[in-house]
């Protein structure tokens, strides 16, 4: 995407009703999809492939491979906010006029960066679709290790995670209502503080493992109230 905005701005060429298709070199994306990428452009400003919805199903996807981006697509969601099945699919369709006012699009290469990408697009409330694409693999080997990918990449959603809701609900970026702000830090905190001293409790006080579900209980209220604050915003565009 670096490269497509450096030779739209130095071309000054007209933007209007053009898009970006990302398509890897690899074969194992079907061109046939890409006027499914380009079909939800007239809604949403960004579209993205999902393997996983597609009706032939993932097909010869190496099962670490599957095991690894169920789990990536789970903690991506959780990050970013938005429900994402399949965010390492690389299959991506973007209107010209919306990468050219993002200004993080450049900030991140290389591994994960589909990820950085969903991350911003949560964090901006930019609306998003997936579509069904075809898994297309025959005998390749991917340069990806998942148990050495896997952790670099949690690592980043995580700092996604808290750099969202610090500058959600700490600093109140983007008008949230101040009932959800502080609904959100004190159950957000509460369950930090529970879960790095739960450990220690439990070996003290092995009772203490009841407080597992508290644990749990928290985590899901701050899940749903920060789903509701997602809501609220992509309706307000």
Known sequence: YAEVISQLESDNVSTHDWAVVVMAGDGQMDPKDIDN???????????????????????????NRRLGSWVLGKLTSLASGREVNDPQCGFTAVTVDALLQWDWVSEWQGYGYPNWWLLNIGS??????????KSVYRDEKSGIKVFKF????????????????????????????????????STWFSSLLLLTTLPMLVLLEPPSLALIPALFGLLAVTWKLDQNEVHRRLNRI
């Open 37 to 63: 990428l380009l079909t939800p452009l007239t809604r949403v400003p960004f579209v993205k492939g999902d393997r996983f919805s597609h009706h032939e199903g993932l097909g010869r996807m190496p099962k």
């Open 124 to 133: 901006d409330s930019i609306p998003f679709e997936s579509v069904p694409v």
């Open 150 to 185: 896997l952790p670099r990449i949690s690592l980043l959603l995580l700092t996604g995670l808290w750099r969202r809701g610090w500058n959600w609900y700490v600093r109140g970026e983007g008008k949230t209502p101040i009932i959800s702000r502080l609904a959100v830090t």
